[in-house]
Every structure is written in C-alpha cells, then in structure tokens.
C-alpha cells in the first residue's frame, strides 16, 4: 500500500510541479506589475498572531535564482530576527494593539526563545497587550508565554514544569556485541562528543558540566519568569519540584497561569478587551513581518551595517541555509569587506562546530576583515568549538546568558569493522610500496602508528585551536587551556572567565558595530546569499507531494530510529579531526 502512495504521489507531484512552471511565469509577471508591499495591508484594530508551529533560523535567507528564468529572487522573512523586528516595528504601529500567542511547542533554541521573549517584553512595555493561550504549555513554551499578561490554559490541558534535564546515550557494549565501532582520538578531558563509543556509563568530566551549565539556564528562565509573574525563583523552584502545573486546576492554584478556559472563551475575552462594538482584525505574524520587511528594504540610508549569518554545522564544503561552508561564507566576508557602503560586519553565529580546516579557512578571512572594518560577533543558541573558533578573533563578542559556547577541544571519530568482518570470515589484506604508503582499512584494527599519526594532528590542531583564542582575546595559551580542555559554558559564565565581552542579543550587537564604525542612520545588510538551481525548486514545491529519501526511511523506521541514522551518517560525512560540541543540546 505505502509503496502505490508513494508512486500517486510522486505523479501527483510531477503534475503540480508542471502546472507551478506556468504558475511562476504568471507570478513574475504579476509581481513586475506592482510592488510586492502593496498586496499586504494592516487594518486598524489589528491584533497579531504569534503561531511558532515551524522550525525557527535565525536567518530566513536570502536567495539567488538567477539560474532559473522568470523566477523572481526574493528573501525570505520567516527567521527569527524577522519576526523581531516584525515585533518592533509593531510597536509603533497605531493599527496593531496586541499580540496573541498561540503555541504548544515552540521550535526554537533557549537563546532564540529568550531572543523573542525580550522583543516581546518590550512590546508589553509600550503599554499594549499580550495574552496566550495554551492546550498544553512545555517548559519552552512557558518559558516564552510568560511575558503575557493573561494566560490561559485548557481546562483539561496541563503545563510541564519540572526542571531542566538532558540524556545520553553510550553504545560501548552495543559495539563489542556486533563488532563495529567507531576509534576515537581526542584531546580534552570534556570533550564527550565521543564519550558514548568508549564508554558504557557518563564520566565525572562530563556529569559536571552539564549539571553546571543546565543549573545556569534553569536559573536564568527562574528569574525571567520571577519578574513576568510576581513568583519568586524559590518558589518557582518549589512548584517545578512539586510538578504543580501537572493540571489545569493545579496550574491555576499556583499563579502559573491566569486563567482555565477554551480557546473560544480566550478569543471572547480578546473581544471585549478590545470593546464589543470593535472589529477585531487578525494578521499572522510572519505575514506582518514580510510586510515590514519590504518597507524597510526601500530604506534610502547609503551606510550599512552587514549581518552574515553562520548557522548550521561546520563543513568542509560549499554551504548552504543549514551548514556553514567555507564557500558562501568566505564569499560573503569578502563582499562585506570590499564594499564600501558596508562599514560594520556583525557575525551572527549559531553553530556547534565542525570541521577543524573549514574553521580555520572561515577564520582567517575574518582576520583579513577586521583589518578593515570592525566585525562584532554576536552568539546565538550555540557557539562551540568550531563555531567559538570562528569568532574568537572578533573586535567584541556579545552572547545571551544562555548560549551555550567554549568547548575548545579537538575529536577524531573513525569507523572500525574489523570484528564483524572477521566473525564473518571476511579477511582483507593490504600490499604497498612503502612504509605509510597504506591507508587505514575498516577492516583491520589500528595499528600503534596510524593512532599515533592520528594523535598528532590531533594536539596540533589543538595547540593552534588554543593560540587562536589566546591571541584573539588577549590571553595567555596556558590560560586559556585552563578553560578549554573540552568543556562548554553558558554566555553567564563564559563572561566570567573571557570568552566574551558583553551579555546582550543581535540589537546590542548591532549597535556595538555602529558605534566602532561611527554611524548612526544606516540600513541592514543581510548575508550571505544562497544561490538556488532548478533541481532546488522542484524539490521546494514538490516536497509536499512527492516524499523524499528521508521522509520514507523516516516512515518505515519511525523517528527515533531515523535519528540515530542521521547521527551515524554526519559521523561518516566528518573529514579530518572535527572541533564539534561534545553533544546536541537537547533540554527536556
């Protein structure tokens, strides 16, 4: 059955795509016959609808597709600065006069939620409102909703708030049982991104810092949500132990939330709020933020200040909106710093690492920048190893109290078959010309030299690792080992101990960039810019129809399953040794 579904829809799929060719040359035309801004109005009375039921980038992208005739190059307004600014821009709106939050699972990292919350505090402070409401609120979820003003919870909905938690996974046992495993050198005694293939339980090492920088973030939500709901942080901390949002009643009871009702009953209360007798208008979000994103865009101020954003994982590659390559990365270095309308770069990193050569390649062409023009960086959700890499020679670094940064440490993973091939009765046998001249071979175990030419690459990338962030922020190698060794930090502490200057998110960043450049009026430059072919489209608008590798290995193996095959695949994709966070942050 699943297979004649996939072979209707992908004819389906072709159908539609067919079809969308005629669509985009009717749509260029269209769009060359007014500006895109006119399409979208605000009424008066209007009331914003915040729906986070998608994943949030920090950058929604800019894209080139000059490849592909008729069809119009356009960014995208859906990253989370867009929506910030979308927030902003609706404060001084007359015709917007509150926002509702609609979410039950936001999709977004605790820097980015903390990001949001900000934007809309000061939203709140203007003196408009926010409600929310809720079938079911997740510590996330909750986290960002309580800068409401009224939140309401369904009557049999519940509110999970019961502490922060992670979980690892160690396949020790589960590799001398079938016989493959992955050979690990590494440098840094928190550096447990390979802690799992060597180990069967979590070391001292790694239980420590986790415990510390999960205790920092807790703390961290504890005070926001003390300030927005009259609670203080130890009695929040008596609740989440008491897991007193478990029920609606419960929830109530204890002032986590305002009100018990429907969503019918929470829109009623909107209405009157805003008077019986007045039409209540409704706009999403993302469609406010294309629409103050296209005014801004004809913005006639001649400086600029860049924003290159670097998201995703680091890779020995071109790049794209979800990795960070060298390629469109450099390129978008090198336009900022040749064009004399930019005067400020801010980097905007969100990245757990990667490769060791790319992050040098991406570094040094931002030391030929900063020669130039001032680069401030600004951290987002994660900013480790390879992605502190990249900014630690920055002008100034900015991080939110928690951004998870540091873990300056080196990893080499390589894959080993030797046992299973050898229960197997599978045998090979290797013949060369000289001494090194044979590779390594899954097949056969490592030998002491291969382990030690491997060792050594390891601390020379390390020792050149810990110089560069030496050398960038102003302090000694030994010291900076003292901090590295691997481990990670929040923004909170990693201020403490030099790894960043300010606490602060994109708009303190932004505004450190105009005062080093000496400019007040300028316009917003966003980079870099993906360059997108045909093949990029089809799959685009045939995604909803036509399902993908993945979307049917994630059917046939269901999702957790599809998830460990995804981790075993990027471990095969590593080149060479990998400056990569010890872990995916991922806090129940």
Not at 325 to 346: F, S, Y
Not at 358 to 380: H, N
Not at 532 to 549: A, C, E, F
Request: hydrophobic fraction near 40%; proline fraction near 2%.
């Amino acid at each position: 059955m699943k297979f004649f579904k996939r072979v209707l829809s992908t004819i389906v799929g072709m159908t539609i795509f067919v079809a969308l060719c005629f669509l985009i040359l009717f749509l260029f035309l269209f769009a060359s016959a007014g500006s895109g801004d006119n399409l979208i109005t605000v009424k008066k009375n209007t009331v914003l609808e915040l729906d986070l039921n998608k994943p949030i980038d920090d950058y929604g992208g800019r894209f080139d597709y000059s490849k592909v005739p008729f069809f119009p190059n356009e960014p995208e307004y859906d990253g989370l600065f867009n929506i910030i600014d979308a927030i902003h821009q609706a404060t001084d709106d007359k015709k917007i006069k509150g926002i509702s939050i609609k979410n039950n699972s936001i999709r977004a990292g605790m820097a980015q939620t903390k990001a949001l919350r900000d934007a809309l505090l000061s939203f709140k402070e203007s003196g408009k409102f926010i409600v929310s409401y809720g079938d079911f609120y997740s510590q996330k979820d909750y986290y960002l909703n309580s800068v409401a003003d009224t939140i309401y919870l369904n009557p049999v909905g519940a509110l999970d708030f019961k502490g922060l938690s992670m979980e690892r996974m160690y396949y020790k046992d589960f590799q001398e049982k079938y016989g493959v495993k992955m050979e690990v050198i590494r440098h840094g005694k928190y550096k447990s991104a390979v802690e799992g293939y060597i180990s069967q339980e979590m070391s001292d090492a790694n239980r420590e810092q986790i415990s510390v920088f999960l205790q920092s973030i807790w703390d961290e939500m504890r005070k926001e949500i003390s300030n927005s709901r009259n609670i203080s942080s130890d009695e929040l901390n008596m609740l989440a132990d008491e897991l007193a949002g478990r029920t609606a009643t419960r929830a109530l009871n204890a002032k986590l939330v305002d009100k018990v009702g429907y969503e019918d009953e929470y829109e009623a209360g909107i209405q009157n709020a805003m008077g019986k007798n007045t039409l209540v208008n409704r706009m999403d979000m993302y469609e406010y933020a294309r629409y103050t994103g296209k005014r801004k865009a004809t913005d006639a101020s001649s400086d600029k200040i860049a924003v290159i954003y670097a998201q995703g994982q680091i890779m020995y590659a071109e790049g794209d909106e979800t990795t960070i390559g060298q390629g469109v990365m450099n390129e978008a270095l090198k336009e900022a710093r040749e064009n004399d309308k930019i005067k400020a770069i801010v980097l905007r990193v969100n990245s757990p690492g990667g490769s060791a050569l790319a992050s040098e390649l991406i570094w040094r062409e931002i030391e030929l920048t900063k020669q130039v023009k001032p680069v401030i960086v600004s951290m987002g959700d994660l900013a480790a190893s390879g992605g502190y890499y990249i900014a630690c020679n920055a002008d100034q670094i900015f991080a939110e109290p928690n951004t998870i940064t540091g873990s300056i440490g080196v990893f080499g993973t390589i894959p080993n078959m030797h046992k299973l091939a050898e229960n197997l009765g599978i045998n090979a046998e290797q013949v060369g010309t000289n001494k090194n001249s044979i590779e390594y071979s899954v097949f056969e175990p490592m030998s002491d030299e291969q382990r030690a030419l491997i060792k050594e690459g390891i601390e020379d990338i390390y020792d050149l690792f810990t110089q560069r962030v030496a050398d960038g922020r102003g302090m000694t190698q030994a010291a900076v080992d003292s901090i590295a060794q691997g481990r990670v930090w929040t923004g909170n502490d990693a201020i403490k101990i030099g790894l960043v200057d300010e606490i602060g998110g994109l708009d303190m960043a932004l505004q450190a960039a105009a005062d080093a450049a000496e400019v007040s009026n300028y316009q917003i430059l966003e980079l870099p810019v993906y360059e997108k072919d045909l093949q990029s489209i089809i799959n685009q608008y045939t995604g909803g129809y036509v399902q993908t590798k993945e979307e049917i290995l994630r059917e046939e193996l269901g999702d957790q399953n599809y998830q460990l095959l995804q981790k075993m695949k990027k471990l095969t994709q590593m080149q060479g040794p990998q400056l990569l966070l010890p872990y995916e942050i991922e806090i129940k």
